[in-house]
């Protein structure tokens, strides 16, 4: 006589499949993003704002067909570079504006120092995203073409330039002695040529 095979009876199954359930929920810690805790300066009520020049101001628009205008005329971005550094190291100051260090036209119809040279970049929202990224890029390599000239100079024995110089010190492999090393001669060059970049709201039409 066949003898029949015992059943497992599976009916508690789902209750204790049910507890692990409710288990895990409740001490599982799910966590959420908080945000970054920064508190905001307090807002400074300038009462007389500075008076910027006209001449210390180097317009750049690039419109909705992807044109890049230089100062009121159509350029390539290829030029881009050449004319925002021949602007920042025009050195046209005279006086207590004047740049012993620049090596331009100084054309006083143009900027009088780096110092004062301002970029103001203008983009429309249908401008195209590879272009804008283009534009961003040369107008903050003139910034380095310079840095790298000066750095070079005031430091012959370094055989870096600024961009070098940079790197290593961002560089977290870098100990702290060589930064600490670093530190001062950065700060002298980005003195000489601060990155004043001021991007202007996107125009709607």
Do not use: H, W
């Amino acid at each position: 006589m066949r003898r029949s095979s015992p059943e497992v009876n599976a009916g508690s199954m789902a209750d204790i499949a049910f507890l692990l359930l409710i288990f895990f929920l409740v001490t599982t810690t799910i966590e959420t993003d908080s945000g970054i805790n920064r508190k905001l300066p307090p807002m400074e009520e300038l009462e007389d704002p500075p008076i910027i020049k006209q001449k210390n101001i180097f317009t750049v628009v690039v419109n909705k067909y992807n044109q890049l205008l230089v100062e009121e005329e159509l350029s390539e971005i290829e030029n881009l570079r050449s004319l925002a550094v021949k602007f920042l190291d025009n050195g046209g100051g005279k006086g207590e504006d004047a740049c012993d260090y620049c090596q331009g036209d100084a054309d006083p119809r143009s900027s009088d120092n780096p110092q004062k040279a301002i970029i103001s970049l203008k983009n429309d929202r249908e401008t195209s995203y590879k272009v804008y990224i283009s534009v961003q890029n040369e107008l903050v390599a003139a910034y380095n073409e310079l840095r790298n000239r000066e750095y070079i100079r005031l430091n012959p024995l370094e055989g870096i330039d600024f961009t070098e110089a940079n790197r290593r010190f961002s560089d977290p492999r870098t100990n702290s002695e060589e930064k600490e090393r670093l530190r001062p001669k950065l700060r002298v060059v980005k003195d000489m040529f601060p990155q004043k970049l001021s991007e202007a709201e996107p125009s709607k039409k």
